[in-house]
């Protein structure tokens, strides 16, 4: 899974990289770290046909900028070797901007970092016209008009802090900024979340329509918008519609079929640095891990699929069936999102110690050992230790604020008027808003019992939530699992705040969608912010809000540390470890490795066949 701010990825069952795992029992030969592997280099062999495994969901949207009601992360993977952002994130192995493949030549911060001058390369689109600043103004006046319905926008970010844009020339874009920000945020978050868009083709309100400039008023901003992702929600007609044949990215778009089913074919024209070698990509979907690794032991259907870690033992048999196996951290964070609003537990929820008790009975090592057989982040907080570890703070470092408790976890309801039975019901004794009481819109008798929904079709997942509600039973806490397909669960799950809690979409009381994906710079900015476009909870922290802009404002790494810790203590999500993607690929198809473990391995365009 491609990492795009503020979308929901899976376990949220991503795609091929993204492997789960489970309890295995014996041993194993450990499978290498495939950010230090070193790719292979042989002879090239154009041609060819790449098929990559897809398990638990697939894309349902194609225009890029995604509605705001569009939770779905796997469009991200269709769409992004369609249409590339401006900062492509990852270069290797290497946590940084990937300057070759991103659209600028050079980012220019000046007037105290309150002006940004992008110098755009001399790309062009699939059709032969040139990529020029037209194209971003096009963009940008679309979000102008439209930002909140756009599932990246965070309210105070692009394109609402900025005040003026200009083009010197057909290659270069001045933005004026409302305030200065720190580039490195800046840059790694907020420009890795902005594509490109062929004005020349797309600027027109019906498919039959003229193309103009109709995004330069409102109105026209709006009806284009609204023409676009009416086209962009049409399955049936995503690898025919004219609109998305012009691309910039490596990839054209050949065949979708209404299963997930989809495949691509290189873009002729494309200016990057690394043209496509084979001849097609083909993405094939499983509705769980059991048949793709089925797929896997008959050697014969799949060149690129994720190990199921509950098949690790599988390991030395596909080595000796031709192909090779690597890993690599995921750069996200792991969750379960209390819902604050639900009518039945968001009073229970809104209580920070109820929610220091959920996390105290999770055991985290545990999981990270028989779950995930030691292949995955611990869980320890907002950023996740092994994929960006230079911005995990000492506390983090030091296993998080809330380690494996149950007698912590007990002390905290009995103090707070809770009468604790371990394995049965534990219920409010003390109602009131009082220090040694249950808090407010807490009911006597009330039980602790909440209903966990999550995405279906890992192993793994069944397991470590099988294992929590073991662990919160032992202080009398019930939870109630229900697995659901990825697309059925996103569909279920609304926004919920204080001032908006409908029924219809807040009925859910516990969510887990498996991570959410960061970009370079992992401040947790839509996440944990009151408004932001992923914090479906609804938690809402004056103190976070100003911590997570400071880290924006300025570039102060202890201010980071600071929001990240106290994020971590706070819980506006119960914390999770973060398995790691497990990719099994054909020894002979070259350019896999090392991996970028912010495209989830899927840079299909470094990929060959040696001859």
């Keep these: 899974m491609r990492a795009v701010r503020r979308t929901r990825a899976a376990v949220v069952g991503v795609v091929l990289a993204m492997a789960a795992a489970a309890c295995t029992g014996g041993s194993h030969s450990p499978i290498a770290s495939g950010q230090s592997a070193t790719a292979s280099k042989g002879p090239v062999k154009h041609g060819g046909t790449v098929t990559v495994a897809e398990v638990g969901a697939s894309p349902d949207f194609i225009f890029p900028l995604v509605p705001a009601t569009n939770q779905n992360g796997y469009n991200a993977n269709l769409s992004e070797n369609l249409w590339p952002y401006l900062v492509y994130s990852g270069d290797g192995a290497k946590s940084v901007v990937n300057k070759e493949k991103s659209l600028f030549s050079s980012l220019d911060y000046s007037g105290g970092n309150r002006w940004l001058t992008i110098h755009l390369k001399s790309w062009n689109w699939s059709d032969g016209k040139p990529v020029t600043s037209r194209d971003f103004t096009f963009v940008y006046n679309l979000l102008k008009a439209n930002a909140a319905n756009w599932a990246s926008h965070i309210q105070g970010l692009f394109p609402d802090d900025v005040s003026k844009v200009t083009t010197p020339d057909a290659h270069t874009v001045v933005l004026d900024l409302t305030q200065a920000y720190n580039p490195d945020f800046y840059t790694d978050d907020v420009l890795a979340t902005i594509p490109l868009l062929p004005q020349h083709a797309w600027d027109k309100t019906s498919a039959t329509g003229a193309v103009g400039d109709q995004d330069t008023t409102t109105a026209g901003a709006k009806a284009v918008y609204s023409f676009l992702q009416k086209e962009g929600a049409k399955i049936k007609d995503f690898a025919t519609n004219p609109l998305w044949k012009v691309v910039d990215g490596p990839w054209q778009l050949s065949e979708f079929r209404s299963n997930g089913y989809y495949s691509y074919v290189p873009n002729k024209q494309y200016s990057g640095p690394a043209k496509p070698a084979i001849d097609k990509l083909v993405e094939t979907p499983f509705t769980s891990d059991t048949p793709e690794i089925n797929a896997l032991r008959s050697g014969s259907s799949l060149d690129v699929a994720g190990l199921p870690l509950n098949d690790v033992k599988q390991a030395e048999a596909l080595r000796s069936s031709g192909y090779s196996i690597a890993s690599v951290a995921i750069p996200g964070v792991a969750e379960i999102i209390p819902n604050l609003y639900n009518s039945s537990a968001g009073p229970l929820l809104r209580q920070l110690y109820i929610r220091q008790a959920l996390q105290s009975l999770i055991n985290r090592p545990q999981l990270v050992s028989k779950v995930y057989s030691g292949y995955a982040d611990p869980g320890n907080g907002p950023v996740p230790v092994k994929a960006q570890g230079t911005w995990a703070s000492a506390l983090e470092k030091a296993g998080g604020p809330y380690p494996f408790s149950p007698e912590k976890a007990k002390s905290l309801l009995q103090s707070h008027g809770w009468k604790v039975v371990p394995g049965g019901a534990s219920t409010c004794q003390r109602p009131g808003t009082g220090p040694a009481q249950c808090g407010a819109g807490i009911t006597a008798g009330q039980p602790l019992t909440f209903n966990l929904l999550y995405s279906s079709g890992r192993t793994t997942t069944d397991q470590q939530n099988a294992a929590i509600k073991s662990s919160e039973a032992s202080a009398g806490i019930t ?125 299909f365009e470094d990929w060959s066949y040696t001859s």
């Excluded at 710079?521 to 922290?541: I, M, V």
């Excluded at 004056?542 to 911590?547: E, N, S, T, V």
């Excluded at 002979?588 to 490795?593: D, F």
């Design 479 to 603: 939870l109630n699992l229900k697995s659901e397909p990825f697309n059925t669960l996103i569909g279920q799950i609304g926004t919920c705040t204080a001032k908006s809690h409908p029924a219809g979409g807040c009925g859910w009381q516990l969510a887990s969608f498996g991570y959410e994906p960061y970009e370079l710079y992992p401040n947790g900015d839509g996440f944990f912010n009151t408004g932001g476009s992923g914090n479906s909870g609804g938690y809402s922290d004056p103190k976070m809000d100003a911590l997570i802009k400071a880290t924006e404002y300025g570039s102060s790494t202890q201010a980071f540390f600071d929001y990240e810790d106290y994020a971590a203590q706070q819980l506006p999500w119960l914390w999770l470890p973060l398995r790691s993607s497990i990719l099994v690929y054909r020894t002979k198809l070259q350019g896999v490795v090392p991996l970028n473990p912010f495209s989830g391995g899927l840079n």
